[in-house]
Structures are given as C-alpha cells and as structure tokens.
C-alpha cells in the first residue's frame, strides 16, 4: 500500500508521474515526491508505529515506496542519547545527541537514505546502482547493493579517506576514483547517468533517496516522547538532511502524530566549504561555490545542489547556523568522546562545535531541549584526528616499569610525561 500521488516540481509545482525523474522539464527545478496526508493520518497512530520493528521501516506510511522494504532491514533507529556529562560542562539540561555512528551496517546517516533508494531502484526493475559520493554513501550503496544482489558503480573524488575506498571496495563494488572534487565526480555522473541507465542514488533516483532522510527527524520525535525538540543542529553537506528533517517535523503534525513545540533548526558547514553559511550570514539566497578545504570532507561539497532549501528552512524556522575550522572540530570531536564515549568523524565535530557557538551566542538556551545531529563514525576517519593525540607510553613487561610510569603520571604531571 503506497500513498505517494505523484512527484512534483519544488519550484514550479509541475507534477509527474512516479518514475525515475529528478528535473523539471519546465523550470529544471528539483521533483520532490507528494503524499496522500489525509490518508496517511487515517492510517496511522503512534501505538501503530511502536509496535513495529526498530528500524527505519516503522514510519513507511511516510515512505516513497510501493511494496516491502528491499533494503535497510537494520538501518535507522540508532540512539537518541541524552549527554548528561557533556551537558553538565556545557551548563545544559536537555542535550541530545541523534547518533547515527552506529547505523547499521556502514556506520552513517547515509544508510537511511540509501535503504529507500535501493528499494525504489529495486521497484523500478534497476540491475545496477551507482553514486557519487564523498564517501559515506559511496559505503552505504555498496553494502545495500550487495545485500540487495544489484551490481554496483562508486565515483568518488580522489583524496577521500582510505577507511571509504576499502570500505567500498570490501562489498564487490567497483570503486572510481576521479581527478578532481566532488563537484567534478557530480558532472561526470549526471551525464553516465544519461547514457548508462543506471540507478544513480542521489542523481536519478534524489526525489526517492532525499526521502529517506526523513526518518533521521522522526526518529527524534519519537525518541523525545513524540515531541519536537526546541532546537536541532544538522550539518550540511549536498543540503539533504536538513530541509528532510524540517520536513519530517512538519510532517508529523501534518498527520497528528505530534503537536509542538515550534522547533528551530540550524546548519552547520566546516569553515574551509562553507557556501551556505556564507550565504544565511550575508542574508542573500545566491549561494556562491566554494573550493573545499577541510578535514571534514564527507561534507566537503563546494556547490551544495539543495543548499538554496538550506537557507530556506532555516529562515522558515528562526534558526540560523555557523561553520567550525579544523582545529574546533578537532576539539569538539574529542570533547564528545571523553564525555558521552562517542566517536564522531569530522562531520559530527562540525555540527557539535557549531552547537557550542550557537550555545555560547546565547540562541540556545540552558533549559531548552536541544538535538545535535551526529551524522558518521570517527573509526572510518581515524586519520582526520591521529595527529591530534596523545601516543600512547612504551614500556617494558616489568611492574617496575609501569610503577615508576604511573609515578611521573601523578598530580597532574601527565602531559608534562608525555611530551
Ligand atoms: C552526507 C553526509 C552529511 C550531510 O550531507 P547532505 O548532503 O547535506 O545531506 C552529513 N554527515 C555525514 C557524515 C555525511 O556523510
Ligand atoms: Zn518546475
């Protein structure tokens, strides 16, 4: 049972049939699916959803898709985890990090979005799936390909993380990696797209694979007690997940499953490709492209394709949004690990430490509920913070080693130790 109508041009409001279609034949605007809502809020109930199976599954009603999940069995419904020690530095009460290190099975936000591509591919009578990724979803498509017994392309710039090159190639996928930056890889698979046929997840198939975003905000309704949360930081990339997750919230009162409060919502970008932040600071809806320079480079996209609906739903909401350099995503990666024992990937640095701006402005305040999106695990990033800590001391097998050690670590002495 579906309850999608048709997909419909965000611009022009042209509608289209369901088929793999992303542009508007009129105005080139971007297609995004339409649903049913009266519908779907006959159809569903909170108890309805709680009663199925922990994953991203549970809100289908709301879904892009026609018949059973073909992918994503496991994916979603990662921990909403409240940080009472990180809070408790920050002098705040009611902070949530949306932990999407530990999505199944690649470790990232991209998994929700690629479990509903894949499907929809799945519907659409696709044999091969393909990407162009920074990396996460280049993971993401391969494992879910695999499973899903489709062959399967990654384009990638060259540069990115080992941890994603062999974490791709690892499934069966063929891995490309080209001269160039992801705005290069973009071009060239819009026109492989054209001449192949293939199912391009974020490309052809973006009205069907931005949906899965989605489920990234209703988990966190959910999570809160079917409640939104007063403030939600979400990083920005391509510009995906965050309309998604405004989306997701409206959608939810839409069809009666929460109430209020009004949330606000706000983007985060890494200094060295910050396009979108430069663009809601100067108050302009132009955004200019940038060349990326920055560790974060899962979210290194220099001509963000939705970053205009960016600043759209941060307007629409009264949130706003700030950029973090290397060295403070560096920080704000190892102040989430020593206090809440999670390990985020530069992108996860980046919006906690545009969380920490935002507190410190004072647009957040010390007893509002507040969800920092933490969208992919530090273990596939490991080389973005190696040099950032201490070695580890090298001692002989002899007590009396460790003894004099431990020693030179007492009062305090510890960094001087290790020096
Ligand atoms: C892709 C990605 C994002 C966000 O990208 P959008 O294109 O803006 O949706 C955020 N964090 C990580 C870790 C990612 O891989
Ligand atoms: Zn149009």
């Not at 508007?24 to 995004?32: A, N, V």
């Not at 024992?341 to 004072?362: H, R």
Request: some cysteine.
């Amino acid at each position: 049972m579906s309850y999608i109508t048709n997909l419909k041009c965000k611009e022009c409001g042209q509608e289209y049939p369901v088929a793999p279609l992303h542009v508007c034949e009129t105005c080139f605007g971007p297609l995004e699916v339409g649903y049913d809502y009266a519908k779907i809020r006959a159809a569903i109930s909170r108890e309805k959803i709680e009663s199925r199976p922990r994953n991203l599954w549970r809100y289908r009603e709301l879904l892009p898709v026609d018949g059973e999940a073909e992918a994503g069995p496991h994916s979603g419904f990662t921990p909403l985890v409240h940080c009472k020690r990180l809070g408790a530095e920050l002098g705040m009460k009611h902070l949530y990090v949306k932990d999407d290190t530990v999505n199944h099975p690649t470790l990232s936000y991209k998994d929700r979005v690629v479990s509903v591509a894949i499907t929809k591919a799945r519907e659409f009578g696709f044999t091969t799936v393909s990407c162009a990724s920074t990396g996460n979803l280049a993971t993401a498509v391969a494992a879910h390909a695999a499973r899903a017994g489709l062959k399967c392309f990654i384009f990638m710039p060259e540069g990115v993380e080992a941890g994603k090159i062999v974490g791709s190639t690892i499934y069966g996928a063929q891995v490309i990696t080209i001269r160039g930056n992801y705005d290069d890889v973009n071009r060239l698979c819009s026109e492989i797209a054209d001449k192949y046929g293939w199912a391009f997840v974020n490309i052809n198939l973006r009205p069907y694979y931005t949906e899965g975003a989605k489920t990234f905000g209703f988990e966190v309704a959910e999570q809160l007690g079917w409640k939104l949360p007063d403030h939600i930081v979400v990083p920005t990339a391509g510009g995906t997940i965050l309309p998604k997750v405004a989306k997701a919230f409206k959608e939810l009162k839409e069809v009666g499953l929460v109430k209020g409060p009004e949330f606000k919502i706000y983007s985060a970008q890494a200094a060295g490709s910050a396009p979108v932040i430069h663009a809601l600071h100067k108050g302009v809806d132009l955004i200019t492209p940038v060349k990326p320079d920055t560790i974060a480079k899962s979210i290194a996209i220099g001509n963000p394709a939705d970053g205009y609906y960016v600043l759209r739903a941060v307007r629409e909401s009264g949130g706003w949004g700030d950029s973090a350099t290397d060295p403070e995503i560096i920080e704000a990666i190892k102040l989430l690990a020593r206090t809440e024992g999670i390990f985020a990937e530069p992108a996860g640095g980046t919006t906690l430490a545009v969380a920490l701006k935002l507190i410190k402005q004072g647009r957040i305040k010390p007893d509002e509920t507040t969800v920092v999106s933490i969208t992919g695990n530090g273990y596939k990033t490991l080389e973005a913070v190696a040099g950032a800590i201490e070695r580890p001391f090298v001692i002989d097998a002899r007590l009396g080693e460790f003894d004099a050690l431990f020693e030179r670590l007492g009062d305090g002495k510890r960094a001087a130790a290790s020096a």
